[in-house]
């Protein structure tokens, strides 16, 4: 499975949401960084796979659903450096960056 980047964060969210791989890319003290979201635990296990991750560094944090605003089951990758170049390789669709 493939994962997509977004240029509006509620679109990545529902894909999420709805057990999709979402490339959220940020900055963390200038350094550009992204997690790699999903509510599909098994998606995201083969993507770090795919990205040479290790499956202990795969962290859980829920989701609050736009509509119901209650939590979701969710995890995600922290995603820099190397494993980050290669994530944004592989992504579809590619979205420019815009550091706020």
Known sequence: ????????WRD?????LED????????????????LVS????????????L???EEWLQYRPLKHPATRRPVAAWHWDLRGAHLHRALEL?????PFRSR
């Open 12 to 16: 990545g969210l529902l894909h999420a």
């Open 52 to 54: 040479g991750l290790r």
């Open 39 to 50: 509510c599909d635990r098994g998606a995201l296990l083969a993507a770090g796979e795919r």
């Open 1 to 8: 499975m493939s994962w997509r980047e977004y240029g509006l």
């Open 91 to 95: 992504a579809l669709p590619k979205v």
């Open 20 to 35: 999709g791989l979402w490339l959220h890319r940020f900055q963390l003290n200038g350094e550009p960084w992204a997690h």
